[in-house]
């Protein structure tokens, strides 16, 4: 078992503004981002930096070649001084014209030429730059994920799956509690099915227990993150948002390659649709059959797929948890999710906990 803090780290961080209290709002949002932005490619000397009239001493705006002017948001301001080969933190200390004139220099003169893609937003003011990245972008719209969302999950607070409760209570959704997130930056859902809980015979210590279905979605069109579904089981979700007790944690990474349109088609929209409509039985027979599945010879097992030091740290958890030696596939990976606790770096936290779910796929 496994405490997952992706949601209270959005929880924590996310101001009113990013925060929604049902799918179809964040849906609606999105949706209506989408309609207002315009992606083209250009040519990275076909864009310049120029000092806001009147604004901050290190305010800038882009100027492409027609004229047409568009203000930078912090993240795409980050993407264009990578393009120009200056760091956006030391840039960011300059008076704009010294910034523009830096900018402009690797741009057009110390950068080779190269095509840049880029994303504008119109909202009734000034045109905003949200975007710079390479050519070979591939965009997965946010709104494309949220609508897909909707269609499968509804508005995300009277469904089955919704934004979770309290401790396993439902509770009314607002902006405080709520588990729906976007930005001009990137989006993050996390969905759970508590009122349809999976009783898992020897959960701890020998004793049953009861587990709860839940995901999260993130994504940014704007080259901040990858695009990723992460589903798993879980004993309760407290006030912060904390994930305690998880496991079976399985999980899809895109990134914003050429591909990924299609691979949000071929592998995502389906493993949605099957999660929407699949039922505990699944998981309750998986489970079953992932505790009668044998090891012959643990150690062997485990060192086919981890270093001494954390095939010894596996075995060492397992047996702290549960008074008993690995013995199952199941054992095996609960051993793993109660070894990663330990583990101070969530991105190997995920990795072993995205290798504990494919020990249990061993069993199907």
Not at 48 to 69: F, I, R
Not at 111 to 121: A, E, P, T
Not at 186 to 199: G, K
Request: hydrophobic share 40%; charged share 25%; with cysteine.
């Amino acid at each position: 078992m496994s405490t997952l803090m992706q949601a209270s780290e959005q929880w924590r961080s996310r101001p009113a503004d990013e925060r929604f209290v049902s799918l179809t709002d964040l849906d609606a949002h999105l949706r209506y981002v989408h309609e207002n932005c315009r992606a083209s490619t250009v040519s990275s000397r076909a864009l310049a930096c120029a000092p806001v009239e009147g604004g901050s001493h290190n305010a800038l705006q882009v100027v492409d070649q027609s004229g047409d002017v568009a203000n930078l948001t912090h993240w795409s301001f980050g993407q264009l001084a990578q393009r120009a080969g200056a760091p956006a933190s030391y840039l960011r200390d300059l008076p704009a014209p010294l910034a523009a004139d830096c900018v402009n220099y690797g741009l057009h003169v110390s950068r080779d030429l190269g095509d840049l893609g880029i994303l504008r937003y119109q909202n009734g003011g000034p045109p905003e730059l949200r975007a710079v990245t390479g050519s070979g972008y591939g965009r997965v719209w946010n709104s494309t994920i949220s609508q897909a969302l909707v269609a499968r999950f509804g508005d995300g607070i009277t469904g089955d799956f919704r934004v979770p409760g309290e401790f396993g209570k439902a509770v009314d959704v607002t902006k405080e509690n709520t588990t729906l997130y976007a930005s001009d930056r990137d989006m993050f859902v996390f969905l759970a099915d508590e009122q349809h809980r999976i009783d898992v015979p020897n959960r701890r210590d020998g004793k049953s227990g009861q587990m709860a279905r839940g995901f999260f979605v993130w994504n940014s069109e704007v080259g901040a993150s990858t695009f990723g579904v992460a589903t798993f089981l879980f004993d309760y979700v407290c006030c912060n948002r904390i994930v305690w007790g998880a496991q079976q944690h399985a999980e899809i990474r895109i990134r914003h390659t050429a591909s990924a349109p299609d691979r949000w088609i071929e592998e995502v929209a389906p493993a949605l649709e099957q999660y929407a409509r699949s039922g505990t039985s699944n998981i309750v027979a998986a489970i079953a059959s992932a505790k009668a599945s044998k090891i012959d010879k643990v150690s062997d097992f485990l060192a086919k797929r981890f270093t001494k030091k954390v095939a010894a740290g596996v075995v060492a958890a397992h047996m702290a948890d549960e008074q008993r030696p690995i013995e199952s596939l199941w054992d095996a990976a609960t051993g793993i999710t109660a070894y990663a606790r330990s583990v101070p770096y969530q991105d190997e936290r995920i990795k072993l906990e995205r290798e504990a779910g494919l020990i249990l796929d061993m069993a199907d």
